[in-house]
């Protein structure tokens, strides 16, 4: 364990995060995502929400705030987002018009391209989301560096 690091984030998972640079995107997928076949990397996080994984991965890779998206969900079914789609935009923290949607099959086109596919355990249908990482200007200790 590190000091001042999301528990969640483990060595293998930090060093995959840690090889993103700006622009690069990430894909925090739910447990029936076809990770394997779409991402030469593929970090599994097996009975963590996708929600929770968001938040933690948000906590070391700032969102990109530059043209475009920061973050993009797979349009779901219906006429209104399902509850784990409002989760994970809570979770990415980035302002609503920064959110936009793909058709499931460009979705997954998009995800091939990915530089890392983060595999969580979620459960629920539309746990996918696809984080632009942004550009981190200056050090920011946490309180535990003297």
Do not use: W
């Not at 018009?97 to 979620?122: K, N, W």
Request: overall charge negative.
């Amino acid at each position: 364990m590190l000091t001042g690091i999301h528990p969640i984030l483990h060595g293998e998972l930090l060093a995959a995060l840690d090889r993103l640079g700006h622009g690069d995107e990430l894909v925090v997928a739910d447990a029936n995502f076809p990770a394997h076949r779409l991402g030469a990397v593929v970090v599994e996080v097996p009975g963590l929400s996708a929600a929770s994984v968001v938040e933690a991965v948000r906590t070391v890779v700032p969102a990109d705030a530059y043209d475009g998206a920061s973050v993009l969900l797979m349009t779901a079914e219906g006429d209104e987002r399902p509850a784990v789609q409002h989760e994970l935009i809570a979770a990415s923290a980035v302002p609503a018009e920064r959110v936009d949607e793909l058709e499931r099959f460009a979705f997954y086109d998009r995800a091939a391209g990915a530089r890392l596919i983060i595999r969580s355990g979620e459960l629920r249908p539309y746990g996918n989301l696809i984080l632009r990482k942004g550009v981190v200007n200056e050090y920011e200790p946490s309180g535990a560096v003297r």
